[in-house]
């Protein structure tokens, strides 16, 4: 067995757990990986990157739809539309210097990773339930009952209408997602893991084992088209290609079971330091060839 073929599945093991637990870390680092650690040429590493993540993706989606952790009307809203902000963002991107390009996302990456902080040390002051305050005896029970009767219809009556404005407005917030994916995937012609999983969380309020499960819908699919449209993968050997992916997918099955067991604000945490991390190395490596 060449060291080829054993560095191919270390590294895919790495990928697949990041794409099955977090929902993110997969093309952004499949390239580097494929490109510094096994010598493909950028050009080949990023169509090889699409069919790895999306066959991770995938595989990984498949074991949180199980768990029931996957939002299938969300996900696939935002796949296809994400599609058609992926095509106005590629047609941006090829007028900008590319290190600018990875800077940018670098500070995008750095201003998600910030909401998402504030968003965990606001959590646990958040109270599990409405506190409901127990009516005071009155010499006159029945008219306090009545009172009380009217106060709940009024209350159930607001709840109703809140939940009919979240409805009215929620397939606007869907398409604006789609959209926001897709031109900044794009545009900055990186993997939307690191950018779907917070929007999902942050813009559309779905919990972080959900958001996991449903970006990896997401990316199933916005892979799949990109493939498409360059017509497969070239110039990559199949003994580099065939135990990356292979190995990818099974650890993304691994990585959803990371997801469904560690608490939840655990991976939070861990979502915070990994985009930390990446947004760090990529301002370096982009500031280095910029002088």
Not at 28 to 40: E, F, K, Q
Not at 72 to 89: D, E, K, M
Not at 90 to 109: C, D, H, K, Q, S
Not at 212 to 239: K, M, N, P, Q
């Amino acid at each position: 067995m060449s060291a080829d073929v054993v560095l191919s599945a270390v590294l895919g093991l790495a990928i697949g757990l990041s794409l099955g637990a977090l929902g993110g870390g997969g093309s952004i680092l499949t390239v580097p990986a494929l490109v510094y650690a096994l010598g493909v040429s950028a050009k080949h590493a990023t169509g090889a990157s699409l069919l790895i993540v999306g066959l991770s993706a995938l595989f990984g989606m498949i074991a949180h739809a199980r768990a029931g952790r996957v939002r299938w009307p969300v996900g696939l809203t935002v796949g296809v539309v994400s599609i058609v902000g992926s095509l106005a963002g590629t047609a941006l991107n090829r007028r900008i210097n590319p290190e600018v390009l990875l800077l940018l996302f670098a500070g995008l990456m750095f201003v998600v990773a910030t909401m998402m902080i504030r968003r965990d040390r606001r959590a646990p002051a958040l109270p599990a339930t409405r506190p409901v305050p127990v009516p005071v005896p009155s010499p006159d029970l029945l008219g306090e009952l009545v009172t009380l009767e009217d106060r709940v219809v009024e209350e159930v009556v607001d709840v109703e209408e809140a939940i009919a404005a979240t409805r009215a407005g929620r397939p606007v917030l869907v398409a604006a997602v789609g959209v926001g994916v897709g031109f900044l995937t794009g545009f900055l012609g990186v993997g939307g893991g690191f950018i779907v999983v917070p929007s999902l969380v942050l813009i559309l309020g779905l919990g972080l084992a959900e958001a996991v499960g449903t970006s990896l819908l997401i990316i199933a699919i916005s892979s799949g088209f990109a493939i498409a449209e360059r017509h497969g993968v070239h110039g990559v050997d199949a003994s580099i290609l065939v135990p990356f992916a292979l190995t990818a997918m099974a650890a993304a099955m691994v990585g959803n079971l990371i997801a469904g067991r560690v608490p939840a604000r655990r991976l939070n945490q861990g979502f915070i330091v990994l985009v930390i991390l990446v947004a760090c190395y990529v301002t370096v490596r982009s500031v280095l060839a910029l002088g």
